[in-house]
């Protein structure tokens, strides 16, 4: 099982990005993914959520409006778009996925307790 995230970069404040994030080993379709950032001197927290079975979503509400995750099955690829980006939102994002935990509230509540996480990327908001 592996996931790599990328798409990170310096943007300015009310600018966009989109994460990507690649997936190995097992299936969307029956494993829910999420992405979780960390900053410097914080905790890490969960960001977003899609789900393996309907692609519901699960947003923390500082994100809420802003962010917007996706999967695509067939590539094997997660995605999270980010607009109207603030300095707060600067951090480590990593994606990572549990196989036994589905997207939901408890997923976003484990910040630590993913069963497989891929590197994280980047994240800076500066003007």
């Known amino acids: 099982v592996q996931l790599q995230a990328s798409g990170g970069g310096l943007v300015q404040p009310g600018g966009s990005l989109r994460l990507s994030c690649a997936t190995s080993g097992f299936d969307l379709n029956y494993h829910s993914v999420g992405w979780f950032r960390q900053a410097p001197g914080k905790e890490r927290e969960g960001v977003s959520c899609i789900s393996s079975s309907d692609g519901s979503t699960l947003y923390v509400g500082s994100v809420e409006g802003r962010f917007t995750i996706s999967r695509d099955n067939a590539q094997r690829m997660v995605y999270l778009q980010m607009n109207s980006l603030r300095p707060e939102d600067a951090a480590v994002y990593y994606c990572?996925?549990?196989?036994?935990?589905?997207?939901?509230?408890?997923?976003?509540?484990?910040?630590?307790?993913?069963?497989?996480w891929g590197k994280g990327t980047l994240v800076t908001v500066s003007s």
């Open positions: 990572a996925t549990d196989f036994m935990l589905p997207c939901g509230r408890d997923f976003l509540a484990r910040p630590y307790g993913m069963d497989y």
